[in-house]
């Protein structure tokens, strides 16, 4: 009889185990719609701040053409905890400059990428008839989120004024460390 019971027992205590387990289950499965929309609401901020958090950590423009340039190439990067731009001309060994405002630089180059679109240019530009004479450009840049462009062509390139703008802000800041002003 005593087996009988504790058999009794320990089947009402698992049929009770059982119930609290599946009611359990059920009430970490419904939420309600408002928050879903709590949720939503917090998960699309943290993605925001992770576009606003994303820096520039490195750009770089090269342009050549047919005459010989003192300033062929310009990188601005951050580099030991410190900006700095390198420049580099047609036939001038590269000199490099710490730079005191180097941070707002990269976020006036950043703004001039994001506004143009620059980091979903092409790998390669090229005219479909091939000169013999002309210009070559690259262009490359890499944020703190990863995300990153190498871009390159001869006589031909993207459309806007991306390469144009970002050729002018380095372009000019590379002549003044110089001391070539415009």
């Known amino acids: 009889m005593k087996l009988f019971k504790i058999t009794i027992l320990v089947i009402v205590l698992a049929l009770l185990g059982s ?4 009611e359990a289950k059920k009430k970490r499965r419904t939420t309600t719609k408002k928050e879903k929309t709590i949720k939503n609401k917090k998960s699309s901020k943290s993605m925001e701040t992770k576009v606003e ?3 520039l950590d490195m ?4 342009h050549q053409g047919m005459m010989m340039q003192p300033v062929a190439e310009v990188r601005l990067e951050r580099k030991n905890g410190k900006v700095v731009l390198a420049t580099r001309g047609t036939t ?3 000199k490099e400059f710490v730079l005191d405002d180097g941070e707002q630089l990269l976020k006036e180059a950043l703004a001039i990428i994001e506004e143009e679109k620059m980091l979903d240019y092409g790998v390669s530009y090229e005219p ?3 000169p013999l004479d002309g210009y070559a450009w690259s ?3 890499r944020l703190s989120d990863g995300r990153s462009v190498s ?12 390469l144009s703008k970002i050729s002018k802000l380095l372009f000019s800041r590379a002549r003044k460390l110089l001391g070539w002003d415009d």
Do not use: C, L
């Not at 119930?19 to 599946?22: K, L």
């Not at 750009?59 to 090269?62: K, L, P």
């Open 92 to 94: 001038t060994e590269e």
């Open 128 to 130: 479909e008839i091939q």
């Open 59 to 62: 750009v770089e423009y090269q």
């Open 19 to 22: 119930t609290f387990t599946v």
């Open 53 to 55: 958090k994303s820096a």
């Open 151 to 162: 871009s390159r062509g001869h006589n031909a390139e993207p459309g806007g004024e991306g």
């Open 139 to 141: 262009f490359s840049a």
